[in-house]
Structures are given as structure tokens and as C-alpha cells.
Nanobody, 122 residues
């Protein structure tokens, strides 16, 4: 079992930065792939970024070059550094974990956090 708790959301002006954290329980967390997803009001949840156990990363086109995902396995934590934020980035951000191969599809992720709100004002 893996339990995930996100933090770091908030209100920021366009062009600003936020760093989201995902704290995990479970001794085998380092073996999991961790993804960040987001859901804006009235929209479906979408993939943002993922990182595997070795640190290999993958990003959606909409955030590539602005967001950076990283992990600290010693601290059982994954981070999402978000720079150059835009109003379109406003959403609830979720971290999720899965074993096995990497995926951008939310249905493949087994464990989810409760989400943290990010609001970007124009």
C-alpha cells in the first residue's frame, strides 16, 4: 500500500512559480513510477508529468520546458517545480503512483493523493 499526500498549492500571478510536493508512505516507494495529473473545472483530468524509479522523466507538451518533476527516494517524496505559470494551469493537481511500466493514462495508476489546488491569476 502507498499513501500519497500533496502540498504546496496556492494562488500565484501569471508568470510566477510554485513547487508542489507529494509525500508518500511505504518502504518500497522508490520502486514506483509517480505521475502528476491535473483537473481544471469542467474538464477531464489530464496527465502532466511522470518520473520513474531511476529518475527518467516525461512531460506533456503543455508543460514541457516550464515544469520539472523530481524525486528524493530517501525522503519518499516527489516534487513538481512549476515556473512560468499561466492561467490555463489553474487546476487541482494530483500525484499518483503505479508499479511496472510508465504511463500517461490515469487508469493505470493505483494510488492517488487528495489533490492540491493551484490557481493562477492573470
Amino acid at each position: 500500500q502507498v499513501q500519497l499526500v500533496e502540498s504546496g498549492g496556492g494562488l500565484v500571478q501569471a508568470g510566477g512559480s510554485l513547487r508542489l510536493s507529494c509525500a508518500a508512505s511505504g518502504r518500497t516507494f522508490s520502486r514506483y513510477i509517480v505521475g502528476w495529473f491535473r483537473q481544471a473545472p469542467g474538464k477531464e483530468r489530464e496527465f502532466v508529468a511522470r518520473i520513474n524509479w531511476s529518475g527518467s522523466t516525461y512531460y506533456s507538451d503543455s508543460v514541457k520546458g516550464r515544469f520539472t518533476i523530481s524525486r528524493d527516494n530517501a525522503k519518499n517524496a516527489v516534487y513538481l517545480q512549476m515556473n512560468g505559470l499561466k492561467p490555463d494551469d489553474t487546476a487541482v493537481y494530483y500525484c499518483a503512483a503505479k508499479s511496472g511500466l510508465g504511463s500517461t493514462n490515469e487508469v493505470h495508476y493505483d494510488y492517488w493523493g487528495q489533490g492540491t489546488q493551484v490557481t493562477v491569476s492573470s
